[in-house]
């Protein structure tokens, strides 16, 4: 049967390689969003009565529910969801700048919250349906420079960790994506510069942050591959899908931490409960 895949943010990144690899296969519409048509042009290259190209900005509430509205009534459902679509923001938490902060709660929070809000009431109706949410390794640990993106991502993990719950006796699934680091454009995001000395061992984390843009670890093909490949080839996808070493190593020397912390207070813990 004929599936429909919509992925937010296609422009770049993951993804564009995801919407490729999805716009590839025969059997399998693709709704590809983005901010800006030109930015789809990619997409003229494939059979164009299997994609839909929707203009949306993630945090434009009625832009999303037109975009799929427009998608529903092209393919008639949608039954995997990608919200890829999000931003980077470095510097340390005290130097971090309110409104750019909002703004990326904005998009990586309530746009993620938008765009799920709209599709499942199709999802629910189908009794069907995937949802896989573009995470972070740093939903999962945090690290100096990137605490108030880490603080988005957390977000995400815990919104997902209460939908999963509720959305699986619909049958809907939800799935968090955590990748490491990457090499795509979301490393050459917002700057907040070190300028407080107390701070300076930082500065080289946040002045070399576009640096990942081409050295970072993780490979975008490879793990938009890895995603579609968990999608397609399982019944069920896994709550959580770290990807990379630094997500993997990462998130277990933090569960690890979170475990010795519950453990060593335990007794005292409980006795609150009075
Ligand atoms: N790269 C990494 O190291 C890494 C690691 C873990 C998780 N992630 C997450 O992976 C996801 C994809 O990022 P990426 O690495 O592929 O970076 P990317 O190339 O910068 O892609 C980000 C995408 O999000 C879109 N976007 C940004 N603001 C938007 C808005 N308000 N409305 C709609 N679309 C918007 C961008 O569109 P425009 O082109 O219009 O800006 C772009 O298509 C993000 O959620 C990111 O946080 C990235």
Do not use: C
Request: overall charge negative; cysteine-free.
């Amino acid at each position: 049967m004929t599936k429909t895949w919509m992925i937010t943010g296609t422009s770049s990144g993951f993804g564009k390689e995801l919407a490729q690899i999805v716009a590839k296969q025969a059997d399998t519409n693709l709704v590809a969003t983005a901010r800006k048509t030109a930015d789809l042009a990619y997409l003229d290259a494939f059979d164009s009565s299997r994609i839909a190209k929707v203009i949306m900005d993630v945090t434009n509430e009625d832009a999303v529910k037109a975009g799929v509205e427009a998608a529903k009534n092209k393919f008639g459902g949608i039954d995997v969801l990608v919200n890829n679509a999000g931003l980077g923001y470095f510097g340390t938490i005290e130097e971090s700048n309110e409104k750019d902060v909002r703004q990326m709660f904005e998009v990586n929070v309530f746009g993620l919250g938008n765009v799920t809000k709209s599709v499942l009431p199709i999802m629910r109706a189908q009794k069907q349906g995937v949802i896989i949410n573009i995470s972070s390794a740093l939903g999962l640990t945090s690290i100096p420079t990137l605490g108030w993106y880490s603080a988005t991502k957390f977000a995400v993990e815990g919104y997902s960790n209460a939908l999963r719950q509720e959305a699986a006796p619909l049958g809907i699934q939800v799935m968090n994506v955590e990748p490491s680091g990457a090499r795509t454009k979301w490393n050459a995001g917002k700057t907040a510069p070190v300028e407080i000395a107390d701070y300076s061992k930082f500065s080289d984390m946040v002045n070399g942050a576009s640096n990942g843009v081409t050295q970072a670890p993780g490979n975008p093909e490879l793990i938009a591959e890895t995603i579609y490949k968990m999608v397609t080839e399982n019944q069920e996808v896994p709550a959580h899908l770290p990807l990379g070493t630094f997500a993997t190593e990462g998130s277990k020397r933090e569960l690890t931490n979170i475990l010795k912390d519950v453990d060593k207070y335990h007794d005292l813990s409980i006795s609150i409960d009075k």
